[in-house]
């Protein structure tokens, strides 16, 4: 991938990463409902109608489950009608991830960058949509690509006007990636990575994350993919990049066309079902 200049920012405040990962914590503690999910969505005891039942104090939570398990990704339209069923359709990981989603506060999109979460439903879409072809699951694909953007959401909050015009002057996934390591001494995705090992979610979600970068690495190729995905959907002024290098050589241009066209079709109904 290339790197474009670092854009000049304002002086970037101290950046305290044990402070922001603590207030994940605070955040825990308001959204008692969604962190007990986090708890326990991935124990080996966890059951639908458990999580069905946590699910219910929470009616925004629960609404949005209900809403992801009608959309068009997972095929049920209307014949999804109770929760139970619902965490069965859209499986734990997914509820884990919706709960991580709320507890964030990235469902809250006044305290986000203009278009995150347009960048980020396109990069679950296209994630699940390539995930076959790197012997992924489609339903894992998805959650690594919904939360992917979890560390972007966490420096907006630490540095909003700074990281506000970091967003705003550097469009392309590298640049920012670059501008962020020099600003605040680690990426969005990197802190991501971070966060989500702090909270315990699998190994296998942690390793794309930090090798997104690496070219050489089939482990990033996946998230590569799918930034490129929603990079050609997102933003007009984004210059391609070859897709076969980007994807260690699992796709093709011509692969890409459905691709774009499903992602094009079904992001705004995934951002809808998620936000509410």
Same mark, same amino acid.
């Given at each position: ?6 854009? !000049? ?10 402070? =922001? ?20 969505? /991935? ?26 398990? /009608? ?9 999804? !009608?109770?929760?139970?069923?619902? =965490? ?30 347009? !960048? ?37 909050? /630490? ?34 990575? =971070? ?82």
């Amino acid at each position: 991938m290339t790197s474009l200049a670092t854009p !000049t920012l304002a002086v970037a405040p101290v950046f305290d990463l044990e402070r =922001v990962l603590a207030s994940i914590d605070t955040m825990a503690a308001q959204r008692p409902v969604a962190a007990q999910i986090v708890s326990i969505a /991935n124990s080996d005891d966890a059951s639908a109608g458990e999580l069905s039942r946590i699910l219910a104090s929470d009616v925004a939570l629960a609404g949005r489950v209900m809403k992801l398990a /009608n959309s068009a990704f997972y095929g049920m339209r209307g014949r999804v !009608t109770s929760l139970q069923f619902a =965490v069965t359709v859209i499986g734990f990981a997914t509820v884990r991830t919706m709960a991580t989603v709320a507890l964030t506060d990235l469902d809250d999109e006044s305290r986000l960058p203009e278009d995150f979460w347009e !960048t980020s439903t396109s990069l679950a879409l296209a994630a699940s949509t390539l995930a076959p072809r790197f012997a992924e699951r489609p339903q894992d694909a998805l959650c690594l690509g919904l939360l992917a953007q979890m560390g972007v959401a966490l420096l907006h909050h /630490n540095d909003p006007d700074g990281y506000g015009e970091l967003w705003t002057a550097e469009r392309s996934f590298d640049g920012r990636r670059a501008a962020e390591v020099q600003r605040y001494g680690i990426s969005a995705l990197r802190l991501t990575s =971070v966060a989500l090992e702090q909270w315990g979610f699998p190994i296998g979600m942690l390793v794309p994350l930090k090798q997104v970068g690496d070219l050489s690495s089939f482990s990033g190729a996946l998230l590569r993919s799918a930034f490129e995905v929603a990079a050609r959907l997102v933003d007009r002024h984004h210059e391609e990049l070859p897709i076969e290098r980007v994807s260690c050589g699992q796709l093709r241009e011509r692969d890409l066309a459905p691709v774009l066209e499903q992602v094009r079709t079904d992001a705004a109904e995934l951002r809808q079902a998620l936000l509410g």
